[in-house]
């Protein structure tokens, strides 16, 4: 466009593109690379929910069809009392966002100013550089491949000019946790600073840091309906912290952030989906058990997840997903990205028959 230039922001970016899975060229097409039609290609490859839940027929729930959610705006202020009471919460503690992203990002632009730094592990969800960056942020990384959290190494990253440090536990896209000693350790490391916990696979973690972010003074929890309710294409989360915090978040958002019938299926999912989330969780943690022992057996190196997938290493990581793209299953692999070049990510579908579906085409891959 002649005589328009981008702003520094726009110039320094990259349009964010969904990481290309295996059989993506296959998909493009329409078909797997099995012949399977692209609604039959099971999708392992970005940590969406059980598939269990999605079976539900969400044009029969009662609150999605009222005819005026689509003319009117949404209601800013019911969905976050109700997340409030499911958190035990005053509802001056919680904003809703558009999925985790938007509370991540909202984050960046309300703490970081242009040059000052903030710290994160690396590897980790992939969007936190990006926000830190178009925030005009320093991003300082520490590495935390296996093992506990580098509580360490990670608090001597932060120094006076330090304005965020993020902390994703579990961890994407290796599936470690922090503990709530972690926590309470960084935030006393950084009392000038907001610590970002994000906690978007905590359900299928042992335990629930929420309780412990939040307690903390200069910290703000990030959950996400997305994950372990299943619900990733309504793209609702939240930030859990102190009110003024959370007011920040507000000024540098939009005030409707979340489209009425996703605020509507949410509210009935937190009312109604309780018991079916629970039974979902625990399947994906079995089945996670019986992924790693499966990769270990056959020579892959597998970290201890707490998330919902596996992260194996292996020189033939690549190798592996081409060949399970031949039976019609898109898993992450990660090449051209540094020190994940040999690592192959498999989300847990949750769900007995898909289980199946992976498990045989894993013996005929490895």
Known sequence: MSGVVPSARAASATAYRRSPSAPAAALGKGLGASGE????????????GPFSLTQRR?????????????????????LRVQLADHLGVGAERVVVTAGGDDALMRL???????????????PTFEMIPRYVSLAGGILRQVPWTDGPFPVESFTRMIDGQTRAVFIVTPNNPTGLAAT??????????APHALMVVDLAYTEFAGEDL?????????AVAVRTLSKAWGLAGLRVGYAVGDPTVIDWL???GQP??????????????????????????????EERGLLAEMLRHKGLRVNDSLANFVLARSPRARGIAGSLATH??????FPGRPGLEDGLRITCPGEAELFSRLVKALENST
């Open 328 to 333: 019609g299953i898109a898993v992450r692999a």
């Open 37 to 48: 039609s692209a609604e039959n290609v099971l999708r392992l490859d970005a940590n969406e």
């Open 108 to 122: 960046c632009l309300a703490t970081i100013d242009p040059g000052c730094h903030a710290v994160s592990t690396t």
């Open 58 to 78: 969400w044009i029969e729930i009662p609150e999605a069809r009222r005819a005026s959610i689509v003319r009117e705006y949404p209601d800013p202020d019911s």
């Open 250 to 252: 507000r000024a540098v």
């Open 210 to 218: 929420t309780p412990v972010a939040i307690s903390l003074p200069n």
């Open 180 to 189: 709530a000693g972690d926590l309470a350790a960084v935030a006393n490391a």
């Open 256 to 285: 409707y952030a979340v489209a009425g019938p996703s605020a509507a299926i949410a509210s009935w999912a937190i009312r109604d989906l309780k018991d079916a989330v629970l039974a979902g969780v625990d399947r994906v943690r």
